[in-house]
């Protein structure tokens, strides 16, 4: 088992920034990419950012230039570093990771809340 823990989040007026946190403990022996989802209220989750094991990194279009997701992989611990934040951001951010070598498993955190105000 994988345990997620997210911290950071909280109400930021429009235009500020954000550092959320997430730090796997447990069977985390071959995490192949860590990262963020959002679910708005009314929406579908969707893909925020990831960061692979290699260093890679992706970003939804809808945040790109304004987010930035980072990794310690020493911690096992992924950052998301959010600037010029919109009230169009706010929504729940969970954070995940995909762990294996041959068979895959996705874990999830608790989510973290986001509020934007305008």
């Known amino acids: 088992q994988v345990q997620l823990v997210e911290s950071g989040g909280g109400l930021v007026q429009a235009g500020g920034s954000l550092r959320l946190s997430c730090a796997a403990s447990?069977?985390?022996?071959?995490?192949?990419?860590m990262g963020w989802y959002r679910q708005a209220p009314g929406k579908q989750r969707e893909l925020v950012a990831t960061?692979?094991?290699?260093?890679?990194?992706n970003y939804a279009d809808s945040v790109k230039g304004r987010f930035t997701i980072s990794g310690d992989n020493a911690k096992n611990t992924v950052y998301l570093q959010m600037n010029s934040l919109k009230p169009e951001d706010t929504a729940v951010y969970y954070c995940?990771?995909?762990?294996?070598?041959?068979?895959?498993?996705?874990?999830w955190g608790q989510g973290t809340q986001v509020t934007v105000s305008s």
């Open positions: 995940y990771t995909t762990v294996g070598t041959t068979t895959f498993n996705r874990y």
């Open positions: 960061f692979t094991s290699r260093g890679t990194t």
């Open positions: 447990g069977s985390i022996f071959s995490i192949t990419v």
